[in-house]
Structures are given as C-alpha cells and as structure tokens.
C-alpha cells in the first residue's frame, strides 16, 4: 500500500483559519442564481444534467432528475435549498483537460474507437450535460467551503483522464472542482478526494499523482473494472461480496487517520452506489442501510474536525431508474442529518 508523503510538517494557525475564511468570503461563485437566503442544506443541481441516449442505452441518464423529484417529494428539502450551477467554462476545464482533447471533445471530433471507449455516442447535448454536471461540482464545492456541507445531484465522472474520457466518463468533474479550488487559494489550498464508487477512480489518481496538495482516497472491487488500475495516493482494494459491516470497518480503519493527518481544507466525497448488493455493475453487498451509515460516517468525521465537504453521487446503474434515484439520494438524506446534528 503506498500513500504519497506529502502531509503538513506544521499545525494549521489561528492566522491561518482566518486568512482562509477571507478569501472564501471573497471568492466569486459560479452559480446561475444565489440562496443565500436559506438555511437548510445546500442541493446543486440542473436540468440540463441529462441529455438524449439511443434507446436501451446503459447509462440510467433518467436518473439525475428524479434524484431531486425524490427529494423534494418526501420533502427532504425544498425547492429553496436548490442552486443553480453555470456551465463549466472551456477555460474552466483546461486546468486538468488537455487542450486537444477539450477542442475535439466540444466540437465533435470525437472517433468511433473513443466513442467506444467512453459508452457514449458524441452529441451536442452530452458535451452539455458534461459541462453542467462539472460546474454543479465546482459550485458545490465553493459553497461547501463557505456553508461546511453541500451535495450535487451529479458528479464523480472519476474515470476520465486529461486526454480521453472512460467508462461513461468525459469530463472528470471532481478534479477541475479540486484543480480549481487548490490554485485559487494563495495558502494552496489541500484537498482530500473520498472516492467509495465501487470502480476505482483511476483517472482522478492519475491526474493528481505528483500534486502533492490533493490527496486520491480509494475504496474499490479490485477485480472491477478498470482493469489497469491507477495507483491512487491511498487505495484500498476489497474482494467481491463484502458486506455493510466489513465495508464500514473498512473505511473507518482509514479515514480519520487521513483526516487527522492530511488536515484538509476541503474534502470533495464521491458517494457511488454501485458497491449494491443489486447494483447490476458492482459485485459488492452492501444494503440501502448500508449506503446510509456509510455516508453518515463519512460526513460526520468531516464536519466535526471543521473540514467543509461536498458531495457528489458517483456510480449506480439499475434498470429502475425511480429505485436507483432513491438510491442515490440516500447521501442527500444522510447530508441532511448531518446538517441538523451539527447545527450547521
């Protein structure tokens, strides 16, 4: 197991807290309108992330909006608590895309045999939906760093690399949300990825593999795609069938130590439910209940140490899109508790 020695020689200083609050209060948010007037749990998202699939398409595209339609229907939150991200700047995802791979990407240059790679046929409407799905990302982390806790309705699109998408993966969100947000900060700004998909979040280890201010955190099936794994700062493989109580031992033998001795200023948190038991891509068994107490541990050992966290829903592919909506919504249920206990 090897982890990247790149952890604080120094304790973080009172001076420090306060010239970080500044520059979050100064910071500009890439949002199409402001809540700032709500007190309850921050939701990003947008219509525009789904986009039209050939028919009987693997990817559950329809499962973006029913995550909120499921969320404001058993009134988890309301409609107050929802912000609308931008689309994702070309500039925006040049600082982990290549230039080449961005121009030929947004203006359908794409081949049959990258096509192939990626699950998707190109469009003008998945080039969308990957921009907005990557802005909702950013946002939630910018809010996260001024509210302690925000959750998109999308992201975790890890398999993507600086030069070609993967495995229904064109735009890796959660490392142009980190890239951005460490180089903004004069302090360099550290971030600590929590990446629980069931696959390995090979494009974001790879991405980041020399970056010694972000930290690639990885709980996967080792005999889950990708076949080739990345070497991720931390990863840590689990055999097929591991169930809820192992899984949790699991990343509760690694996560506070990480939290502890990392010290993040940001922990950006990939909530996939692919490890499922009826995940029709996971080969895990973790329960509904399961997901829960996962996600509740996960954010409540951020928030309590003072770290902002966002969250984003990561992997899950089922049939039955309203089931695996639900699903997915087990980490905004969970943020919401989170939300409540802590008094945030």
């Not at 996600?295 to 592919?317: F, Q």
């Amino acid at each position: 197991m090897y982890i990247k020695q790149i952890f604080s020689k120094r304790p973080r200083t009172k001076l420090d807290q306060l010239v970080g609050a500044a520059i979050t209060f100064c910071r500009c948010f890439h949002a199409e309108q402001i809540r700032p007037e709500d007190n309850g749990l921050p939701i990003v998202h947008h219509s525009k992330y789904v986009c039209e699939l050939p028919a009987n398409h693997r990817f559950p595209m329809g499962k973006f909006p029913r995550v909120l339609h499921f969320l404001l229907k058993d009134q988890v939150i309301t409609d107050k608590q929802v912000w609308v991200p931008e689309i994702a700047s070309q500039h925006l995802l040049s600082g982990v895309h290549t230039d080449e791979y961005l121009d030929n990407f947004i203006n359908g240059k794409i081949n049959e045999q990258e096509q192939r790679r990626t699950g998707f046929p190109w469009s003008e409407g998945i080039v969308r939906r990957c921009r907005y799905e990557t802005g909702g990302t950013v946002l939630a982390a910018e809010i996260a760093l001024q509210r302690g806790l925000a959750c998109s309705t999308a992201g975790g699109t890890h398999h993507a690399f600086p030069s070609y998408g993967s495995g229904f993966c064109l735009l890796n969100d959660l490392a142009v949300a980190a890239k951005y947000l460490t180089g903004k900060s004069p302090l360099k700004r550290k971030v600590l990825i929590v990446d629980l998909d069931v696959h390995q979040g090979d494009g974001t280890a790879f991405i980041f593999k020399e970056e010694s201010c972000v930290f690639t955190f990885s709980v996967h099936c080792g005999k889950n795609f990708p076949l080739r794994k990345q070497q991720s700062d931390l990863d840590v493989s689990v055999e097929d069938g591991m169930e809820d109580k192992e899984y949790l031992s699991t990343v509760e033998a690694h996560l506070p130590w990480l939290l502890d001795t990392f010290r993040p200023d940001l922990v950006l948190y990939d909530a996939g439910v692919d490890p499922h038991w009826e995940d029709e891509l996971g080969r895990l068994r973790l329960t509904d209940q399961g997901l829960y107490q996962r996600d509740l541990y996960v954010m409540k050992s951020v928030v309590t140490r003072g770290v902002p966290v966002a969250t984003v829903i990561g992997g899950g592919y089922s049939r039955d899109i309203d089931k695996l909506a639900i699903r997915h919504s087990i980490v905004h249920r969970a943020a919401t508790q989170v939300w409540r206990e802590c008094g945030m």
